[in-house]
Nanobody, 128 residues
Framework: QLQLVESGGGLVQPGGSLRLSCAASGATLNYYAIGWFRQAPGKEREGVSCISQSGSGTTYADSVSGRFTVSRDDAKTTAYLEMKSLKPEDTAVYFC?????????????????????WGQGTLVTVSS
């Protein structure tokens, strides 16, 4: 059974950078698109970025476009979210998810119930 574990979160100053990792175990990531989502305190979970099964397609929320970069290394069964120019409003728990490849085009808008496998999340705090 596929399991996902995020890492790389932490406290960073505004303008700083972090790289989140999403490591898979129990099954291969090769058959899935990968989504990154976040949930800030008191807010609903929102889609941040998604990468297609092949890695050739990526999507970003408007709020992070140009600052975040999603990638995947299927040989290492790991996906990444590179975050630059971080802002206080980026503060949230970040989750990765294995997404049915047929849903890639609507990945950012997927409700939580539409995703079978979630990681446990990693906290990113942007503060001076």
């Amino acid at each position: 059974q596929l399991q996902l574990v995020e890492s790389g979160g932490g406290l960073v100053q505004p303008g700083g950078s972090l790289r989140l990792s999403c490591a898979a175990s129990g099954a291969t990531l090769n058959y899935y698109a990968i989504g990154w989502f976040r949930q800030a305190p008191g807010k609903e979970r929102e889609g941040v970025s998604c990468i297609s099964q092949s890695g050739s397609g990526t999507t970003y929320a408007d709020s992070v476009s140009g600052r975040f970069t999603v990638s995947r290394d299927d040989a290492k069964t790991t996906a990444y979210l590179e975050m630059k120019s971080l802002k206080p409003e980026d503060t949230a728990v970040y989750f990765c998810a294995a997404v049915n490849t047929l849903l890639f085009n609507i990945c950012l808008k997927l409700p939580e119930s539409a995703v079978d496998t979630w990681g446990q999340g990693t906290l990113v705090t942007v503060s001076s």
